[in-house]
């Protein structure tokens, strides 16, 4: 199975600085008293059962109807690719947030907004990545590259 993770390119350079995809709020609590904090959204939820967000579909379009963009950083810019994807190491989010008692009716917030959800997979772990990884540019995001002077 190939998933991908959809990012921006400031988080890109960050996530190969890094050399892993790390955990992020898994959204499985409700928000308390969500805020704004150096442009990200904190609660204090989110430090329970954090995961790694991924899709199976890579389709820019259908991202950006996943609320990836529209903040201050535009996450549907480039996907990064994670080939030979196992059940052992990713699970598919729907069954997970079941699994772990989500609130049916925050489930069902949450899906609301997010027509492409049976698409998603989440892993408890953060995923490493190395040099060799496999990076899919939005098409407008690879020609402004392209037609960069640094480039």
Same mark, same amino acid.
């Given at each position: 199975?190939?998933?991908?993770?959809?990012?921006?390119?400031?988080?890109?350079?960050?996530?190969?600085?890094?050399?892993?995809?790390?955990?992020?709020?898994?959204?499985?609590?409700?928000? +308390? @008293?969500?805020? $704004?904090? %150096?442009?990200? &959204?904190? #609660?204090?939820?989110?430090?329970?059962?954090?995961?790694?967000?991924?899709?199976?579909?890579?389709?820019?379009?259908?991202?950006?109807?996943?609320?990836?963009?529209?903040?201050?950083?535009?996450?549907?810019? +480039? @996907?990064?690719? $994670?080939? %030979?994807?196992? &059940?052992? #190491?990713?699970?598919?989010?729907?069954?997970?947030?079941?699994?772990?008692?989500?609130?049916?009716?925050?489930?069902?917030?949450?899906?609301?907004?997010?027509?492409?959800?049976?698409?998603?997979?989440?892993?408890?772990?953060?995923?490493?990545? %190395?040099?060799?990884?496999?990076?899919?540019?939005?098409?407008?995001?690879?020609?402004?590259?392209?037609?960069?002077?640094?480039?």
């Amino acid at each position: 199975m190939t998933l991908y993770h959809y990012t921006s390119l400031y988080h890109l350079q960050k996530i190969l600085d890094t050399g892993y995809l790390k955990l992020t709020p898994s959204g499985l609590l409700k928000p +308390v @008293a969500p805020r $704004i904090v %150096n442009g990200n &959204f904190v #609660d204090e939820t989110d430090n329970y059962k954090p995961v790694v967000w991924l899709t199976d579909t890579l389709d820019f379009e259908t991202a950006n109807n996943n609320g990836l963009s529209g903040g201050i950083f535009d996450k549907t810019e +480039v @996907a990064i690719v $994670i080939e %030979n994807a196992t &059940f052992k #190491d990713f699970k598919y989010w729907v069954r997970w947030a079941k699994d772990n008692r989500m609130d049916k009716s925050w489930f069902k917030a949450l899906t609301s907004t997010a027509p492409n959800f049976q698409n998603w997979y989440i892993s408890e772990k953060p995923i490493p990545i %190395n040099e060799s990884v496999k990076i899919i540019y939005r098409p407008d995001i690879l020609e402004k590259l392209n037609n960069s002077p640094l480039v």
